[in-house]
């Protein structure tokens, strides 16, 4: 059975958020008593009951006198999740129905959607009671709750899913668990957003030539072949010095646990400048996660020479800049005229096969007899022995290399075997962990 959606939806300051945190069981979502926080919509997976996951989805709420300018964008947004949902749980502040309460509310109505009213804050109300102009707002499904507390949470769980089994029933029958998940990485302004609704061949993020529109994470799945992708667009990455709203802050910190919890990073770079110190740290987070790495450059549609030399000549400069990580794949795409996305998810596939591919140990040690024993570095006339070596994990692929003495060998020895593991088994887009150990460690 697909999942199906239920999408949140309200004004400022309803505790959207807080909601979304707390029926999803973690914190996802940035929660800050500045109004218009959360800008674009959010989606997590979570346990609806024991039989049925849904897909939550936290949104940006309408602002008239947003500063930003960003009203009409968002209102968009709320009607396309509106849209795609199957349940919306409207949330207002039960202390206090406002106008734009009001309009919410016509406007869910004329899209004709299941609707819940979930009246917020109910433990600041008189007697925790729900006043009456929550119920003028039209809806006979209405609970009061408290998300902050948890007041009535559980209860609100329980008429989520009765009316999710009763739409469930015109579900697709397709599942949306995803064999591949992959997060888009980039500094501010690089096209991710852009880059994700052209994938998703839908208005799922809001584009702006306005640096930093996207604060928080958002993802969703899509369908490639006999693929399903898990897609995760990000918050710019920014230097810690520069990130001064505690907003940024927090959006930052949930970009890079996004890395972790993603397979494979696109990191979109720009042709005229390729990589610049932000990306090469970005490149170091996603090296220390072990996570599967392809560069894409991005606006390919705005370079005049497209040839295939060019190309040649932008991924030598990047060997250049970065000549121990020639071991990542780079591509070119364009988000605004789609050229190159079949070709960046077939490599993002094959990079998540390197991840998971495991080597023989038969096959592992006759790469240690006939590559590894002609150059074997020695220190005050000792020399170092590889008796046999053993794949012990992957994603990310890790070897262990049983020696006779560990402290022979160099970081560049490393490196060495490292290289030559890639040269003789394709390796391209993954990081490799290589550990040396004293044979007598084991015995």
């Known amino acids: 059975m697909r999942i199906p959606e239920i999408v949140i939806l309200g004004r ?9 945190n707390r029926l999803a069981g973690r914190r996802d979502a940035v929660i800050h008593p500045k109004a218009g926080v959360t800008r674009d919509r959010k989606a997590v997976r979570f346990a609806l009951n024991e039989q049925r996951e849904a897909l939550l989805v936290d949104t940006g709420g309408l602002f008239p006198d947003d500063p930003d300018d960003f009203s009409g964008d968002i209102e968009r947004q709320a ?15 039960a202390t206090a129905i406002s106008g734009l309460d009001h309009d919410f509310a016509d406007m869910v109505r004329r899209i004709s959607k ?13 007697d925790g009671a729900l006043p009456p102009e929550v119920y003028e707002l039209g809806f006979e499904n209405v609970i009061g709750i408290s998300a902050n507390h948890g007041t009535n949470c559980p209860e609100l769980k329980t008429r989520l899913s009765e009316a999710i089994e009763e739409a469930a029933r015109n579900l697709d029958q397709r599942g949306l ?22 994938l998703l061949q839908k208005e799922r993020a809001i584009v702006s030539p306005i640096a930093g529109t996207t604060r928080d994470s958002i993802d969703d799945w899509f369908v490639f072949g006999e693929r399903t992708f898990r897609v995760i667009d990000t918050a710019g ?22 890395i972790e919890e993603a397979d ?54 990047i060997q250049f800049q970065l000549p121990e990580f020639a071991w990542v794949p780079v591509t070119t795409v364009s988000a605004t005229n789609g050229r190159g996305l079949k070709k960046l998810l077939n490599m993002i596939v094959h990079v998540h096969g390197n991840q998971s591919r495991r080597l023989d140990t038969p096959d592992l040690n ?3 007899q006939q590559q590894l024993k002609a150059y074997a570095p020695s220190k005050r006339g000792k020399q170092l022995k590889i008796y046999y070596a053993v794949q012990t994990g992957s ?49």
């Open 395 to 443: 994603m990310p692929p890790s070897f262990t290399f049983f020696v006779n003495n560990a402290t022979l060998a160099s970081v560049q020895y490393i490196h060495y075997i490292r290289n030559t593991l890639r040269k003789h088994h394709e390796y391209s887009g993954v990081p490799l962990r290589i550990t040396l150990r004293d044979k007598k460690d084991t015995e």
């Open 366 to 368: 006759r790469f240690v």
């Open 114 to 126: 299941p609707v819940l009213v979930v009246a917020n804050k109910l433990d600041r109300t008189r």
């Open 237 to 258: 990455l920014r230097r810690k010095s520069k990130v001064r709203e505690d907003i940024e802050y927090y959006s930052t910190l949930r970009t890079e646990r996004s």
């Open 79 to 93: 009607r396309l999740a509106i849209l795609s949902a199957d349940l919306v749980i409207f949330l207002v502040d």
């Open 177 to 198: 668990k995803e064999d591949i998940s992959f997060v888009l990485i980039g500094r501010p302004n690089v096209g991710k957003s852009s880059l994700l609704n052209a």
């Open 12 to 20: 400022p300051n309803t505790g959207k958020s807080t909601l979304f």
């Open 264 to 317: 494979v990073t696109v990191l979109l770079i720009e042709p005229e400048t390729l990589l610049t110190d932000q990306d090469k740290k970005i490149i170091g987070l996603v090296e220390k996660a072990g996570k599967g790495l392809i560069f894409a450059i991005n606006k390919w549609d705005t370079v005049d020479d497209n040839s295939a030399k060019h190309i040649r000549d932008l991924k030598d400069k």
